[in-house]
């Protein structure tokens, strides 16, 4: 299986190039990556990151290059293979059953027995060692399905350590994970770096990457374009290497806020359990042509409030109104059809049918409108037609957000709407959004981008403990100030005074001042075939 040369790296790809029909996924990739560190590689999605990580881990062979691992030339024909010479892989979608337990698919496949009898008690002993050793706390009796996502990820690396793993590919690791599961992460990965393991690090969260990695490369249209050490470079800095040109920025231009009011949230309330409210006193307006920025750190209501809107949770106190019409106890339907567009936050979960083509993707919400449906019949001509017409119209835009434009609604709710996109997709959906403000089209817009919340609301707004306890002016606003608020480090002494502004029922109103500098992420465009698999985020 292997060649023995030097062993000056825990992995070498050497020339590294894969043909698929029509396109070259990797031409003459160059990657050298330390023993004991974490060096991660980042670029738009399509740049053939995941491509490369399947041939280290044997799950595709290169036409053409070479694969060093600790000095020893290989020829992977199979996982089993890269497994059996220290590698291990975790995919951005864990493969655990879920109706087994954490022991249990640990061990699967590798199980230690004594003749015919498996000894699951040794397994056991093993999966709390690695637990104690690299600091993943775990208990294998646990069914899967009883984790939490971050758990689930730490039975995912321990499965692989617990087949030997020293040189760990992680796949989009936090692309999944809140900030708390991150951090955990972080403080994980750190520890396996202590005790000498190697960590593959792929992501487009250049923030995190900044954080966590020891050294980068980027990897732009198959070919690698540099390697950098963290502190040589900046998020925007890494953004343009990706990309190869200087990035767009999140902001809109001259306003268009008219006095037509299209969306009026009204001292509206959510009950959560016993005496809890998940959201208290909310009220807000929306006008035409303006966009409504909600900042906060995720956890405090937003999704919810979301929810309440969308009609997929009942208020339990307040009024909504559409256009001047009361639609507090419409249903969802209801509301879809009296004019709102909805881009959800868990695209997998709420907004695509991923087994399914693009163009019954594309239909959902709108099956019962020309050109997706003629009479009662689905009309698929139409379908696929309007499904390429979107595709071409909104050619780097995930498929829900190009979905949701098309439909033209009153009101558009984008809930994280470049979350998880590369940074070509990200800037072709800000244009859109500043399109449709242009046209008149009302929108809120809930992210945990800082450039972008300030960068494109007319009005921002700060959510926190499921109260809004700031109104703020965009130009004006200092990130430490928004910072103070979103923590509630600030909020409940400045209220008293903020009624004084401008303000409405259920805002506390405060106006400080600047434009927050963040960093973009990155990933892929919608792909072009109608009848194409939808994939994550509608991508085929």
Do not use: C
């Not at 496949?109 to 699951?120: D, I, K, N």
């Not at 990035?247 to 009026?264: H, I, K, M, Y």
């Not at 009479?375 to 979905?403: D, Y």
């Amino acid at each position: 299986m292997g060649d023995v040369t030097t062993q000056a790296h825990a992995v070498r790809l050497q020339g590294i190039t894969k043909r698929f029909p029509g396109v070259v996924a990797n031409d003459d990739i160059n990657i050298e990556v330390r023993p004991g560190e974490i060096h991660a590689i980042v670029g738009e999605n399509g740049a053939g990151k995941s491509t490369l990580m399947k041939i280290l881990y044997g799950m595709q062979r290169p036409d053409e290059g070479t694969i060093e691992v600790n000095g020893r030339v290989m020829h992977f024909r199979s996982p089993k293979e890269a497994i059996a010479a220290g590698i291990g892989m975790v995919h951005q979608h864990f493969m655990l059953a879920d109706n087994l337990t954490v022991l249990e698919n640990v061990a699967l496949g590798a199980e230690p027995h004594r003749g015919p009898l498996l000894q699951y008690g040794e397994a056991r002993e093993r999966i709390r060692e690695l637990a104690t050793t690299y600091g993943m706390p775990l208990d294998p009796d646990r069914l899967v399905e009883e984790l939490s996502v971050g758990e689930r990820q730490r039975a995912e690396i321990i499965k692989v350590l617990y087949r030997g793993a020293r040189i760990l590919i992680l796949d989009e690791p936090t692309a999944v994970l809140v900030p708390q599961e991150v951090d955990e992460l972080f403080r994980n990965l750190r520890e396996l770096k202590r005790e000498g393991v190697t960590v593959i690090f792929i992501s487009h969260k250049l923030d995190e990457v900044l954080a966590i990695a020891d050294r980068i490369t980027v990897v732009r249209a198959g070919k690698t374009v540099k390697t950098v050490n963290p502190g040589d470079v900046t998020a925007r800095q890494l953004a343009e290497l990706m990309v190869g040109s200087e990035l767009p920025r999140p902001e809109t231009r001259a306003s268009t806020v008219t006095d037509v009011v299209e969306l009026a949230v009204q001292n509206v309330a959510l009950r959560g359990i016993g005496d809890r409210w998940i959201l208290q006193d909310i009220g807000f307006e929306i006008h035409r042509g303006e966009v409504v920025g909600i900042a906060g750190v995720e956890g405090n209501g937003q999704a919810e409030l979301v929810q309440v809107i969308m009609g997929l949770r009942t208020a339990d106190q307040g009024r909504i109104s559409l256009s001047g019409r009361d639609i507090t106890r419409d249903s969802t339907h209801e509301r879809r059809e009296a004019g709102i567009g909805y881009i959800p936050e868990d695209r997998q979960e709420m907004g695509l049918l991923l087994e399914a083509p693009l163009w019954e993707n594309a239909m959902l919400g709108h099956q019962d409108k020309a050109p997706f449906s003629s009479g009662p019949w689905v009309n698929k001509a139409g379908a696929r037609g309007r499904t390429a017409e979107m595709i071409e119209e909104f050619r780097l835009v995930t498929l829900i957000v190009a979905r949701e434009m098309t439909a033209k609604p009153n009101l558009l709710i984008a809930s994280q709407p470049t979350r998880g996109i590369d940074v070509g997709a990200q800037a072709a959906v800000w244009e859109a959004i500043r399109e449709a403000r242009r046209r008149g089209m009302a929108l809120l817009l809930i992210s945990a981008d800082l450039e972008e919340l300030i960068g494109l609301s007319d009005t921002l707004y700060v959510i926190y403990g499921g109260r809004l306890v700031a109104k703020l002016d965009p130009n004006e606003v200092t990130p430490e100030e928004l910072g103070s608020y979103m923590t509630g480090a600030k909020g409940a002494e400045g209220a008293a005074s903020a009624g004084e502004r401008d303000a409405q029922p259920g805002v506390r109103t405060q106006v400080p001042g600047a434009p927050v500098q963040s960093d973009p992420a990155a990933s892929e465009p919608t792909g072009a075939d109608p009848d194409a698999a939808a994939g994550e985020d509608g991508r085929p």
